[in-house]
Structures are given as structure tokens and as C-alpha cells.
């Protein structure tokens, strides 16, 4: 059968960290989600089946923010990471509510490195990420869908170092509630998904990393088998860190705890995917450039030694997703006559 790119559950929250290890949360924890993963998705859901999408992306930037200054001494390294991630959709034909249920379980593999003078390489694997929840309703014959749900990052990634924060896992568990309104008609897929982190404290340290909210848009017209269309996403920290004066003091007391990492950051980027349906599966890849980003900490800089740091740079993003399981179609009745 033919797979529908926009409305395979490239949709369901797909993991995959692609940015600095320093400086957005807890010195040397990542960020969960990879700012514009839900591009190229929608509301919609795929026929009943048991579905696999494969992803792979490269992300190539720079460190950018005032702790290029206060702490790198006005260099701006290089930060580069490779990322593949394997994911399973089941869409076991339930409803609840007027909605489609369905849910999603995904496993990223990371490979990241930080430039001079930092100079640190990571690899291993990343927080598994589970959706066991997600409902979405068409609205009438409008064209319009809405989907929510649920998603939640593991702490099994690999792990090193005193704080538990010196490679691609998090010790600790992140909530990741989801929201993702659609247009899909003629052709269309105009959609905006937003959904945030929430972070637990680290098991170790008892650092709280601040919550971070995502917002991804997709633009594309199918014709044909092709898919084209303008995309976007934007990501920012909106909650300041956290940790209590003795945590601070006896893991961080040296680094000034919450005032050595950034409170807020802000980043826009821009870009444009194309896509195929080959039949049995479907690719699409999009590419972004990151148009803006910004990272500070008030309480330091009133110090005058913000070390915040945000990366800016580019992704290229490709996704297949093809259908495993599906039901047999019922058989048509037989006309039996004398």
C-alpha cells in the first residue's frame, strides 16, 4: 500500500539531541528533543498497522552567546553531531473519545564533537523515547486534525562522569507533552506541532534542568508522488534552572551553580523539504539554517560573567518510513443463488 509521509507518525515526539552538551541546561546535559524532529509530520494518522520509520540527520554549527567572551576567550567552536534513530508506530485501530489511538517507541544513537578549545567527542546512546498515548481527532470533513499526546525519555542512555552528564544520556526523566494542529486537504499539510520538556532532577546532583519549548511548522503541497514545501522551527529555554544552596554548593560551588548556564535561549530557523511516496515506503528530507539564536543569564551577566552559550547552525534531516503489519482487508461477501 501507499505509506502518506504527512501523516505517518514521523509525528509521535521522535528523539534525537543534536545540539551543544554545555550551557542550554545543567553543565554537560543535553537537551532531549532535536529542535525541528516533528517537521514533515501531522495530525493525521496512518490505517491500522504496525509501522518503522528510519532517521538520520547531521547538524553543523557554532557556538554562539557571551561565553564565547567570558568563557572561551572569544573563540567560537565547532560543534558537529551525527544522528541515527530507529522507531516503531503501532496503530492497533482503537478509538477512545471520537479519536485514533496509537503509540510509538524510539531508540536514537548519537555521535557529537565540540571544536577547539573545548575538544570533547561523545558517542553512545540516547534516552529511549515512549509515547505510550496519542489521540487524534479529524475535525468533521474540514480538513483540520488535531492530535495530543504524551512522550517520555528514559534515563538508560549512556552515561559517564561524577554527574552522570558526560555523554549522551540524562539521568533523569523528561515529560514531553505534545500538541499538533493540521490542515490536510487536496494535498495540503499545513501544520504546527508544539510540545515542551519537562525535566526531573538530575538522579546524581539534584540539578534541575528549565524546561525548553519547541515549535515546528510545515508548509508542503503533495502533487503527485512529491512533496514540497517551506518549513521552519523555533526552540527556547522558558524556566530557569534550578538546584538548592547545597547541591549547588557541593557540585557547583566552583561554577557559580544555576549562573554558569544559560535561563533563556532562543532560536529560529528556516528551510524547505522535499519528499517522495515510492509505493511501499516513503523518504523525505528537509534542511534548515538557523537564522537566529540568542542565550543569556541575567543573574550573571549583572556579574558580568555570563558564560552562556547557544549553537547555530544547519541540519539536514531524511526520514523513511515504510509499513511493516498491516490487517488483511475483510473478505467481500459471496452471492450464493439456487
Known amino acids: ?34 529542535p525541528g524532529v516533528l517537521i514533515g509530520s501531522s ?87 515512549v509515547v505510550p498515548i496519542e489521540l487524534s481527532w479529524n475535525v468533521g470533513n474540514s480538513g483540520f486534525a488535531i492530535k495530543t499526546g504524551l512522550g517520555i ?11 552522570k552528564t558526560g555523554n549522551i544520556g540524562a539521568p533523569y526523566w523528561t515529560f514531553q507533552p505534545e500538541l499538533i494542529v493540521s490542515y490536510l486537504k487536496d494535498g495540503w499539510n499545513l501544520s504546527a506541532a508544539l510540545y515542551e520538556e519537562l525535566n526531573t532532577a538530575n538522579s546524581t546532583t539534584q540539578y534541575t534542568s528549565g524546561n525548553i519549548l519547541h515549535a515546528d511548522f510545515t508548509a508542503t503541497k ?56 515510492f509505493g511501499p515506503a516513503s523518504l523525505s528530507v528537509w534542511a534548515t539554517q538557523e537564522v537566529s539564536a540568542k542565550a543569556s543569564n541575567p543573574a550573571a551577566a549583572a556579574l558580568g560573567a555570563d558564560a552562556s552559550l547557544v549553537p547555530q547552525g544547519m541540519t539536514v534531516f531524511a526520514t523513511l518510513s515504510y509499513r511493516l503489519w498491516g490487517p488483511e482487508a475483510p473478505a467481500k461477501p459471496t452471492m450464493f443463488h439456487k
Open 1 to 34: 500500500m501507499k505509506l502518506n509521509i504527512t501523516s505517518l507518525s514521523i509525528a509521535a515526539g521522535i528523539a534525537a539531541t543534536a545540539w551543544s552538551p554545555a550551557q542550554a541546561l545543567e553543565s554537560g546535559a543535553l537537551p532531549q528533543s532535536k
Open 43 to 129: 495530525a493525521g494518522v496512518p490505517p491500522p498497522g504496525i509501522y518503522m520509520f528510519d532517521q538520520v540527520f547531521t547538524y553543523q554549527a557554532n557556538l554562539k552567546g557571551p561565553g564565547t567572551t567570558t568563557a572561551l576567550g572569544g573563540a567560537s567552536p565547532g560543534f558537529q553531531a551525527a544522528v541515527d534513530v530507529q522507531g516503531f508506530l503501532f496503530v492497533p485501530g482503537w478509538t477512545f473519545l471520537g479519536a485514533t489511538y496509537d503509540a510509538v517507541i524510539v531508540q536514537p544513537f548519537v555521535m557529537q564533537s565540540v571544536g577547539a578549545p573545548v575538544n570533547v567527542q561523545f558517542s553512545g546512546v540516547h534516552n529511549t523515547y
Open 153 to 163: 525519555y528514559t534515563p538508560d542512555g549512556t552515561q559517564t562522569g561524577f554527574t
Open 222 to 277: 503533495t502533487i503527485g508522488q512529491w512533496t514540497l514545501g517551506p518549513v521552519a522551527y523555533y526552540y527556547g529555554q522558558v524556566s530557569n534552572d534550578s538546584c538548592s544552596s547545597l547541591t549547588c554548593l557541593g557540585f557547583y560551588g566552583r561554577t557559580g551553580g544555576t549562573l554558569a548556564n544559560a535561563s533563556r535561549i532562543n532560536v529560529w530557523a528556516v528551510g524547505g523539504l522535499v519528499g517522495y511516496n
